[in-house]
C-alpha cells in the first residue's frame, strides 16, 4: 500500500465498464485480494444499462462452470432454459441438421437467459466484492501515461490512477483508442431485431437457426415458456419491420420460420441492434489490456460474443493469480503479464472469430451452387458424428486452453486473500 502511495498509484487495476463482462472479471479477480476499481458509465439499476437489457445470450457450458465458480449460477439457474436439442435449417432448401444434447451425454448444450438476469445476479455479487471500488455512474473520458501507471481521466472532473486499465468499455473503446491499438471495423450490413415471443407450442428445448436470405433466425427457449427471437434483417427490412403493428409483424415472422414452434401469438418489445464485425489489431499495449467487445464484438449467429470475452476476461485473472501464486506479482502491468494473456487469448480468439464470420458469409451467399453446397454440408453434418461432436465443443471452449474457471479449477490463487476468498468448490475437471 505505502509503494502504491509513493508511485501515485491508487489501485493496482482499473476496469474500464461494468457490463457483463467487465463485471465478471471484477468478481474473478477478488481472490487476489488486489485493490480493483471498476468504473461503469450507467447507473446500476438504470433501464438503459445498454450490456443488461432486454437480449437473451446463450451460455455455454464452459460459462456455466464460470459463473458456479463466481458464484452466481445460484441466481440465475432458476431463469435458465437449457438447450437441449438444436435444429439448423435453410430457408427454401431441403437441407438441415439437428443435434441432441443427450447424444453427447450432455444435459444442455448451454442455457438462455435474458442479460437483465444476468446483470441482476452481477450486480448482487458486485456489491459483496471485498476491495473492490465500485464508480458508477462514471464515464472515463481520457487515459493518459502517469508515472508508474496509468491515469484515468473521468467525465466528474476526478482522476484515478493505476498499475493495469482493462478495457471492458465495449466495442467502440475509448480505452483502446486512447493505448492507440486500431480495429478493423466489417459492417454486415444486417440489423438484429431482437423481442421475445409466445407461440401456440411449448417448448422442449429445441434451439432454431434459421437461415434466410436476408440473414439467420434464432428462436431460442426461455425459462417462463416464451421465446427468445433474433431476427436479422438488411438495414431497410428491419426499419420496415420495426414500423409493423405487433400482428403484421406476427405474420412477416411466422412466414420466415414457418410452424416448427406453432402458431405465433405475441411478441414483446423490438429492440434493433446493428451487426458489425469489430477485432481489435493486438490485444495488449503499454499497461492495458482489452477484454469482450473491447477486444472483438462478433456476429450474434453463433452465440459467441459474450461466452468468448467471459474467457477472456477469466484468463487474465488467471494470469495475474499465477504470478502472485509465484511471488512475481510486483506490478499487475508489467508486460510480459500482458503478453501471457495476448498469446495464451490466440487460439480460442481467432478460432470463434473465423467460426462465426465464415457462418456469416457462407450462409448469407446466395449465388447459384452456393446453397447446393450448403445443403451436402448440412445433410452431411448432420449423418457425421464426428462433425456433430465438434459442434458440441463450442460449448466449451473453442481452442486452445480452457481457462481454469470454466474447467470447474480455482485460479490457484497464493496467500491468504486467495485462500479466504478462493471460489470453485472441490476441483474437477470437465
Ligand atoms: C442481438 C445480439 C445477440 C447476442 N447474443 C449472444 C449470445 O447468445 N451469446 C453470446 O455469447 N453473446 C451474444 N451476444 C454478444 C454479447 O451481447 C456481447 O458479447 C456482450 O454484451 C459483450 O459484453 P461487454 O461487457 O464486453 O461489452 P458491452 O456489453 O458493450 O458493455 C460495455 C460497458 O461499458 C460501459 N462503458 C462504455 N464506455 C464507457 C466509458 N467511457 N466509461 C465507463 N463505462 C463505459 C457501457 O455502459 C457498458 O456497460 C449478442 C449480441 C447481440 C447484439
Known amino acids: 500500500m505505502s509503494d502504491r502511495r ?3 498509484v491508487e489501485v493496482e487495476v ?6 457483463l463482462v467487465g463485471a465478471s472479471l471484477a468478481i474473478a479477480l477478488e481472490p487476489l485480494g488486489l485493490r480493483v476499481a471498476l468504473i ?11 450490456s443488461f437489457d432486454d437480449r437473451t445470450t446463450a451460455l455455454g457450458n464452459g460459462t456455466r462452470r464460470i459463473f458456479e465458480s463466481l458464484g452466481v449460477w445460484p441466481d440465475m439457474l432458476p431463469q435458465a432454459a437449457p438447450i437441449r436439442r438444436i435444429h439448423v435449417s435453410d430457408a427454401g432448401r431441403f437441407g438441415f441438421a439437428r443435434l441432441a444434447a443427450a447424444d453427447h451425454d450432455l444435459e444442455a448444450f448451454g442455457y438462455v437467459i435474458t442479460n437483465r438476469v444476468i446483470g441482476g445476479a452481477l450486480r448482487a455479487r458486485l456489491a459483496g466484492v471485498a476491495g473492490l471500488e465500485l464508480r458508477m455512474p462514471e464515464r472515463v473520458g481520457a487515459v493518459r501515461p502517469a508515472g508508474q ?3 484515468l481521466a473521468l467525465e466528474s472532473g476526478a482522476s484515478l490512477r493505476a498499475q493495469l486499465v482493462v478495457a471492458a468499455d465495449g466495442a467502440n473503446s475509448v480505452v483502446r483508442a486512447a493505448a492507440g491499438l486500431g480495429a478493423e471495423i466489417e459492417d454486415y450490413g444486417q440489423v438484429a431485431v431482437v423481442a421475445h415471443l409466445r407461440a401456440s407450442q411449448p417448448s422442449d428445448g429445441t434451439a432454431y437457426e434459421r437461415f434466410t436470405p436476408n440473414g439467420p433466425i434464432a428462436v431460442l427457449p426461455l425459462a417462463d415458456g416464451a421465446l427468445g427471437l433474433v431476427w436479422t434483417l438488411s438495414p431497410a427490412e428491419a426499419a420496415r419491420v420495426q414500423a409493423l403493428d405487433d400482428a403484421a409483424c406476427l405474420a412477416q415472422l411466422q412466414q420466415a420460420i414457418g410452424w416448427r414452434v406453432g402458431r405465433l401469438l405475441q411478441i414483446g418489445r423490438r429492440n434493433a441492434y446493428p451487426l458489425r464485425l469489430t477485432r481489435a489489431e493486438t490485444l495488449v499495449a503499454a499497461r492495458t489490456v482489452l477484454v469482450g467487445n473491447a477486444a472483438q464484438g462478433l456476429h450474434p449467429v453463433a452465440g459467441q ?5 467471459l474467457r477472456d476476461a477469466v484468463t487474465l485473472a488467471e494470469v495475474l493469480a ?3 501464486a509465484a511471488g512475481r506479482l510486483v ?3 508489467a508486460a510480459e503479464l500482458l503478453e501471457a494473456y495476448a498469446q495464451r487469448r490466440r487460439a480460442d480468439r481467432d478460432g470463434v472469430t473465423r467460426f462465426t464470420d465464415g457462418l456469416v458469409k457462407l450462409f ?9 453446397v450448403r445443403d451436402l454440408g448440412l445433410l452431411l453434418f448432420d449423418l457425421s458424428p464426428t462433425a456433430k461432436a465438434a459442434l458440441s465443443r463450442i460449448s466449451w471452449g473453442f481452442a486452445g486452453r480452457t481457462p481454469r474457471l470454466a474447467r470447474g479449477l480455482r485460479l490457484g490463487v497464493g496467500g491468504a486473500a486467495g485462500a479466504a476468498a478462493g471460489f470453485g468448490g472441490p476441483e474437477r475437471e470437465p
Open 305 to 309: 460474443g459474450f461466452n468468448l470475452g
Open 331 to 333: 506490478d499487475c502491468g
Open 322 to 324: 499465477e504470478a502472485q
Open 364 to 372: 448469407g451467399d446466395r449465388r447459384t451452387g452456393i446453397g447446393a
Open 6 to 8: 509513493r508511485d501515485g
Open 14 to 19: 482499473a476496469i474500464v465498464g461494468g457490463g
Open 40 to 50: 461503469e458509465g450507467v447507473a446500476p439499476q438504470a433501464d438503459s444499462q445498454p
Open 149 to 151: 501507471g496509468l491515469e
